[in-house]
Antibody, heavy 118, light 109 residues
Framework: QVQLVQSGAEVKKPGASVKVSCKAS????????MHWVRQAPGQRLEWMGW????????KYSHRFQGRVTITSDTSASTAYMELSSLRSEDTAIYYC???????????WGQGTLVTVSS | QSALTQPASVSGSPGQSITISCSGT?????????VSWYQQHPGKAPKLMIY???NRPSGVSNRFSGSKSGNTASLTISGLQAEDEADYYC?????????FGGGTKLTVL
């Protein structure tokens, strides 16, 4: 069965970077796009970007352009999201989500809480 | 890219039907048939309920249905059940990006 398992919670200081991993199992990572979505406490879902895991092409939300980098390692069946220049407003749960092919996300990771605090 | 517009809350009694709207523009909802709906219970990851405006993934109850007219998409839940109480989010494709709605809290009275 398809599973996306994310890395554990992180606590970072303002200005630092964080890298979250998302290990896929039950399917071939390269055959599906992977998206990253975040949710600040009590707030709405916010799309961050996606990667074509087959060729490495990426597209990012303008809100995060220049701060976010999404990569994938097909040999490890793992996607990564790195966010730099962290500020307190980046405190959120970060999710990876598989694109079923029509821009709908059929499988989600369990989420990774990133807390930014001095 | 601005968030899609959803009502903050809706409510209904068990057995009733409710509809949640999702308003966008011709650059997102109105321009493509790539609208999805997600259900999110507290502390849980979102769950895909509808994709491509009106398609249900395997395992999702047929009490959930989706539609679209112009720049507005809608999610209808019929035969409301207590377990339907959750937050619901719409999303749309928008020129190689994705935009989510603000979310709607469904309360089953």
């Amino acid at each position: 069965q398809v599973q996306l398992v994310q890395s554990g919670a992180e606590v970072k200081k303002p200005g630092a970077s964080v890298k979250v991993s998302c290990k896929a199992s039950g399917y071939t990572l390269a055959y599906y796009a992977m998206h990253w979505v975040r949710q600040a406490p009590g707030q709405r879902l916010e799309w961050m970007g996606w990667i074509n895991a087959g060729n490495g092409n990426t597209k990012y939300s303008h809100r995060f352009q220049g701060r976010v980098t999404i990569t994938s390692d097909t040999s490890a069946s793992t996607a990564y999201m790195e966010l730099s220049s962290l500020r307190s407003e980046d405190t959120a749960i970060y999710y990876c989500a598989r694109d079923l092919g029509d821009w709908g996300f059929d499988y989600w990771g369990q989420g990774t809480l990133v807390t930014v605090s001095s | 890219q601005s968030a899609l517009t959803q009502p903050a809350s809706v409510s209904g009694s068990p057995g009733q039907s409710i509809t949640i709207s999702c308003s966008g523009t011709s650059s997102d909802v109105g321009g493509y048939n790539y609208v999805s709906w997600y259900q999110q219970h507290p502390g849980k990851a979102p769950k895909l309920m509808i994709y491509d405006v009106s398609n249900r993934p395997s395992g999702v109850s047929n009490r959930f249905s989706g539609s679209k007219s112009g720049n507005t998409a809608s999610l209808t839940i019929s035969g409301l059940q207590a377990e339907d109480e959750a937050d619901y989010y719409c999303s749309s494709y928008a020129s190689s990006t994705v935009v989510f709605g603000g979310g709607t809290k469904l309360t089953v009275l």
